[in-house]
Nanobody, 117 residues
C-alpha cells in the first residue's frame, strides 16, 4: 500500500518558521504534480503550494512570498518551508502526489501545524 508520511509539524509561535517534509513509501514515476493542502478547523481543505514535474510552482495568495515548495528527486521527498507564520496558518497539512494520465492522487494522513503564542 502506498503511503505518504508528513513530518515537521507541531506548535510554532507567530512569526516563526517550519519545514514540512513528505516522504512517499514508493518511488513514483510519471509524476504530474505534487504539493500541499491544508484544512483549518471549520474550513474547506485548500491548496497551499504545488510543484509540477518541470519545477513550476503555484502558491496560495495567503502564503506567497513566505513559503517555498521543493522536491528532492534523489531522496524522493518533498518539502514546504514556511516563514513568518500566522495563527491563520494553523491547520492539518496534507501532502499529495498526482501521477499518471488520467491523474491518480495519493495523499498523506496529515500533520498538525498550530501557530500560537
Amino acid at each position: 500500500q502506498v503511503q505518504l508520511v508528513e513530518s515537521g509539524g507541531g506548535l510554532v509561535k507567530p512569526g516563526g518558521s517550519l519545514v514540512l517534509s513528505c516522504a512517499p513509501s514508493v518511488r513514483f514515476f510519471n509524476v504530474h504534480h505534487m504539493g500541499w493542502y491544508r484544512q483549518a478547523p471549520g474550513k474547506k481543505r485548500e491548496l497551499v503550494a504545488q510543484i509540477t514535474s518541470d519545477g513550476g510552482t503555484i502558491y496560495a495568495d495567503s502564503v506567497k512570498g513566505r513559503s517555498t515548495i521543493s522536491r528532492d528527486n534523489a531522496k524522493n521527498t518533498m518539502s514546504l518551508q514556511m516563514a513568518s507564520l500566522k495563527p491563520d496558518d494553523t491547520g492539518v497539512y496534507y501532502c499529495y502526489v498526482a501521477v499518471g494520465g488520467p491523474l491518480q492522487s495519493y495523499w498523506g494522513g496529515g500533520g498538525q501545524v498550530t501557530v500560537s503564542s
